[in-house]
């Protein structure tokens, strides 16, 4: 079946410490997208990529990076320079990046820093 | 820059009732617009979409119109289900800005 997959669905980490988010696609899409989503404020756009070895800042990148080395993936790190880090994850791919296009989501991972 | 308000929730509603959610927006050029819908502890699935004007989105009984005039692109369904209680969220592409911009969500509730 075609998809979106992320993991770790629950995620732990005291503060201070990187986290590495995994988001894998195979539905051979050129764009990926890394939302964070807090209640009450919907989704917000952390980073996203049109194509391999390249990606643009989103609404909110500081404290995130990001790499795409390959077509498939699309793993988000959150640094400890991210004020406030808890908050659920979400990845979402499309086709491109044109208006039409459906952006597909993974499950999404929820993160806790203790 | 470009917003998209949705009215508050939560709306609770008994099974068979019908369902309006308000999505109005503001974009430059001539965005398209989206429903998604979250159900509980997942990721969000497209719901329906419009890509211009007087465009009607219609998927699983729901239906949204897009009107350029009134700049809203509301969702409706004549009869709820107990399975519909999700949390909903309106959306528009612009293509200045390349990227999807998200309501806050509106979570409805269905109750027998």
């Known amino acids: 079946d075609g998809g979106i997959t992320q993991s770790p669905k629950y995620l732990f980490r005291k503060e201070g410490q990187n986290v590495t988010l995994s988001c894998e696609q195979n539905l051979n899409h050129d764009a990926m997208y890394w939302y964070r989503q807090d209640p009450g404020q919907g989704l917000r756009l952390i980073y996203y990529s049109q194509i391999v070895n390249d990606f643009q800042k989103g609404d909110i990148a500081e404290g995130y990076s990001v790499s795409r080395e390959k077509k498939e993936s699309f793993p988000l790190t959150v640094t400890s320079a991210q004020k406030n880090p808890t908050a659920f994850y979400l990845c979402?791919?499309?086709?491109?990046?044109?208006?039409?296009?459906?952006?597909?989501f993974g499950p999404g991972t929820r993160l806790t820093v203790l | 820059g470009n917003s998209v308000t949705q009215m508050e929730g939560p709306v609770t509603l008994s099974e068979e009732a019908f369902l309006t959610i308000n999505c109005t927006y503001t974009a430059t050029g001539y965005p398209s617009l989206f429903w998604y819908v979250q159900y509980p502890g997942e990721g969000l699935q497209l719901l329906l979409k419009?890509?211009?004007?007087?465009d009607k989105g219609s998927n699983k009984g729901f239906e949204a119109t897009y009107r350029k005039e009134t700049t809203s692109f509301h969702l409706e369904k004549g009869s709820v289900q107990v399975s519909d209680s999700a949390v909903y969220f309106c959306a528009l592409w612009s293509g200045t800005a390349s990227k999807l911009t998200f309501g806050t969500g509106t979570r409805l509730q269905v109750t027998l």
């Open positions: 979402a791919s499309s086709i491109g990046t044109s208006g039409g296009n459906e952006q597909f």
């Open positions: 419009a890509t211009k004007a007087d």
